[in-house]
């Protein structure tokens, strides 16, 4: 079980947190903008929307995955950087730097290896448990063969 776990903690790490931090990273060099937050909700999984002007016209977006912000109610007034080309590819200035997906990415990574360890420990443990003279096909108390003679 904790094999799985460290899986699925390493794949979460690896696929989704790690290049949720890249993509805001890449919004470090974007337009910036005062906005409101449009929409309040899980921040970290993207389920945020703010409303800001964008050459002249009303833009609401969605925050990607890895955004803070969660606790803000709705109207909050934030700043942001969006991409000139595409002001529909936003985040919030205090997340460009990576934001809680790199948190999130160190956490998940640093609990993946947890538990593989734990796994390597109990597979140590058990191979320790099985008593020293014994071997398989073996009587544990006389090192006979079992079967008879």
């Not at 899986?7 to 947190?17: C, I, K, N, P, R």
């Not at 993509?23 to 309040?40: K, V, W």
């Not at 800001?52 to 969660?70: H, I, M, N, Q």
């Amino acid at each position: 079980m904790s094999l799985v776990l460290a899986l699925l903690l390493g794949v979460l790490s690896a696929l989704v947190m790690f290049p949720a931090a890249q993509h805001l990273r890449s919004l470090q060099d974007g337009e910036r903008a005062h906005a409101t937050l449009h929409t309040s909700g899980a921040c970290m999984a993207g389920r945020c929307q703010v409303k800001f002007e964008a050459d002249g016209r009303t833009v609401v977006a969605d925050l990607p995955l890895g955004s803070g912000g969660g606790k803000s109610s709705v109207g909050a007034r934030l700043t942001i950087r969006y991409e000139a080309d595409d002001p529909q590819v936003v985040a919030r200035e205090e997340d460009v730097g990576g934001g809680g997906a790199a948190v999130l990415a160190v956490m998940s990574g640093a609990g993946a290896l947890l538990f593989l360890m734990m796994s390597v420990v109990a597979a140590i443990f058990v191979a320790r448990q099985r008593p020293a003279g014994s071997k398989p096909g073996r009587s544990p108390q006389d090192g006979q063969r079992n079967g008879g003679d």
